[in-house]
């Protein structure tokens, strides 16, 4: 994975990296492994117990060429749902590892409000899973940004977490700077589609000096969770006007808001 930041520079060292790995691997032998959703016991880190599995609402193909919603039956490679037909997407495809409900909802949880980052590595592997359509060494790999406030209370951002782990597995390039959000939007929770797309409408910018990451590339946009597609519909606008070839979107849930999927 190659990763560009603005300063040229990686966080971490080879010695913190591999610091925090013997740290883990002691760990690990100390403590059993545990679920990566109810943190029930279980024999092999990094997976989920056999309930969890049972329940993760996984997504599975056939599904809408454009928005990645499943059908009950296939009807064909580039099938397209009414809502694609009658409302098509600013991005090309949308992919995501499960319905927001269940377990994948506990771990997206988890990860944003509870400081569980160590999910975001197994999250990212199932999402290059997800996303293996579009995802190849050549993609250009940008988390949806947070406003540099919420990201100082929250003191990451679960999205790019996830964006350099899907870099990790698929061999892109990862910039988790290239977009940033020029205003403070308030939480989409509770808000309608409309107001949603009102809320987010010039909220989001591409570095001018980081456009060279963008023109004539095939970008693809990492959130948590994809639900009306207001927040990655404004960002897509942004990376287009700034000559990106195309966008792809790839969240780890997708809550669906029409019930297509429930
Ligand atoms: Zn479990």
Request: hydrophobic share 45%.
């Amino acid at each position: 994975m190659a990763q560009v930041t603005v300063a040229g520079k990686r966080l971490f060292g080879l010695t913190g990296r591999w610091g925090r790995r013997a740290a883990g691997g002691l760990l690990d032998l100390l403590l059993p492994p545990r679920c990566l959703a109810c943190t029930a016991v279980i024999d092999q880190p990094g997976g989920l117990c056999a309930e969890c599995w049972r329940d993760m609402p996984f997504l599975e193909a056939p599904w809408c060429a454009r928005y990645g919603t499943p059908f009950a039956y296939d009807i064909g490679k580039d099938g397209l749902s009414p809502r694609a037909i009658a409302d098509p997407p600013v991005f090309e495809r949308a992919r995501a590892v499960a319905h927001y409900s269940g377990p994948a909802r506990d771990m997206v949880m988890a990860l944003k409000f509870s400081g569980r980052r160590d999910l975001a590595g197994p999250m990212g592997c199932w999402m290059a899973r997800a996303g293996r359509e579009f995802l190849d060494k050549d993609s250009v790999i940008v988390p949806v940004p947070l406003h540099r406030i919420r990201l100082w209370q929250r003191r990451f951002n679960q999205s790019a977490d996830l964006a350099r782990a899907v870099a990790g597995v698929s061999g892109g390039t990862y910039v988790p700077e290239l977009l940033r959000r020029k205003r403070r939007t308030r939480q989409q929770v509770g808000l309608d589609a409309a107001a949603r797309r009102q809320n987010v409408r010039g909220a989001f910018g591409v570095r001018e000096d980081l456009e060279e990451f963008v023109y004539g590339k095939q970008v693809v946009l990492v959130d948590d969770v994809l639900t009306t597609g207001a927040t990655v519909s404004a960002c897509t606008k942004v990376l287009k006007s700034a000559g990106a070839a195309g966008i792809d979107v790839l969240t780890f849930a997708n809550a669906d808001p029409a019930g297509v999927l429930s």
